[in-house]
Antibody
Framework: EVQLEQSGAEVKKPGESLKISCKGS????????IGWVRQMPGKGLEWMGM????????RYSPSFQGQVTFSVDKSINTAYLQWSSLKASDTAMYYC??????????????WGQGTMVTVSS | DIQMTQSPSSLSASVGDRVTITCRAS??????LNWYQQKPGKAPKLLIY???SLQGGVPSRFSGSGSGTDFTLTISSLQPEDFATYYC?????????FGQGTKVEIK
């Protein structure tokens, strides 16, 4: 079964750094973009951007450019989302999702279970 | 960025009702429109992509239509397991953008 498994919930203080993970299984990890989606408490879905594990090509939403960094480790089929200095406003659920293999457009056909990040002093 | 506007933001309906949710894009997105269902505490699930193609395993009571700027998601006969929040999303251009969501509640 194709799956994305995300790392567990995190509680951090403002100013701390954080890296959360998303591990793919049962498919060729390097062949599909991996996207990140933020959902703040009680709010809707926000597209943060995507990374292509094959060559680490990235697409960031302007809203998140410079605020977060996407990376991958192909050897262990894992994508990462990281912050260098967290803010309270980063408190949210973060989902990774696989973009399907279509050439143009596309959709997120497989989702991770989400990682809850809480930033509080 | 392309703005996606859903209506209504919420609705109350009974089991067996026909439900229609609309999604409007701020510019033409051809048929690059996806619909997701999200239940409380769960990750979103892809229902329809693109615009009118049902994903495997999605019940046939769900249907999608539209092209250009106006799209609809219809549930022909609402079932208890359909009470959830529904999001449209455009994938015509990056940044992909989501609608604000439509919460379908039990009347």
């Amino acid at each position: 079964e194709v799956q994305l498994e995300q790392s567990g919930a995190e509680v951090k203080k403002p100013g701390e750094s954080l890296k959360i993970s998303c591990k793919g299984s049962a498919y060729r990890f390097t062949s599909n973009w991996i996207g990140w989606v933020r959902q703040m408490p009680g709010k809707g879905l926000e597209w943060m951007g995507m990374i292509y594990p094959g060559d680490s090509n990235t697409r960031y939403s302007p809203s998140f450019q410079g605020q977060v960094t996407f990376s991958v480790d192909k050897s262990i089929n894992t994508a990462y989302l990281q912050w260098s200095s967290l803010k309270a406003s980063d408190t949210a659920m973060y989902y990774c999702a696989r973009r399907d293999s279509s050439g143009f457009g596309g959709a997120f056909d497989i989702w991770g279970q989400g990682t809850m990040v809480t930033v509080s002093s | 960025d392309i703005q996606m506007t859903q209506s209504p933001s919420s609705l109350s309906a009974s089991v067996g009702d026909r439900v229609t949710i609309t999604c409007r894009a701020s510019q033409s997105i051809n048929t690059y429109l996806n619909w997701y269902q999200q239940k409380p505490g769960k990750a979103p699930k892809l229902l329809i992509y693109p615009a009118a193609s049902l994903q495997g395993g999605v019940p046939s009571r769900f249907s999608g239509s539209g092209s250009g700027t106006d799209f609809t998601l219809t549930i022909s006969s609402l079932q208890p397991e359909d009470f959830a929040t529904y999001y449209c999303q455009q994938s015509y251009t990056t940044p992909w953008t989501f609608g604000q969501g439509t919460k379908v509640e039990i009347k």
